[in-house]
């Protein structure tokens, strides 16, 4: 069956940065896109950075545009998220999410911005 994992979140003070990962299993990881989500308290989930099978087109949301780098290594079946110039906006749950059959999603990694 689909697995996402994700690691690599954390408390960082703002300006700092972190790398996500996402360790992905159950399919055929070199034929999909991938996407990183992420999810604020009381807010909804927001598309953070997308990236093509092959990793050779990536978009990003407007608010991390600059700031955030997603990578793939097909070899590794790993989709990551290096996160720069981190601020307290940033703070929220960060989700793996892959579209096959159906929606699949990690169980997220907390990343927290605070000083």
């Known amino acids: 069956q689909v697995q996402l994992v994700e690691s690599g979140g954390g408390l960082v003070q703002p300006g700092g940065s972190l790398r996500l990962s996402c360790a992905a299993s159950?399919?055929?990881?070199?034929?999909?896109?991938m996407n990183w989500y992420r999810q604020a308290p009381g807010k909804g989930r927001e598309l953070v950075a997308a990236i093509t099978s092959t990793g050779g087109s990536t978009d990003y949301a407007d608010s991390v545009k600059g700031r955030f780098t997603i990578s793939r290594d097909n070899a590794k079946n790993t989709v990551y998220l290096q996160m720069n110039s981190l601020k307290p906006e940033d703070t929220a749950v960060y989700y793996c999410?892959?579209?096959?059959?159906?929606?699949?999603w990690g169980q997220g990694t907390q990343v927290t911005v605070s000083s």
């Open positions: 159950g399919f055929t990881f070199s034929r999909f896109s």
């Open positions: 999410n892959v579209i096959s059959a159906r929606a699949y």
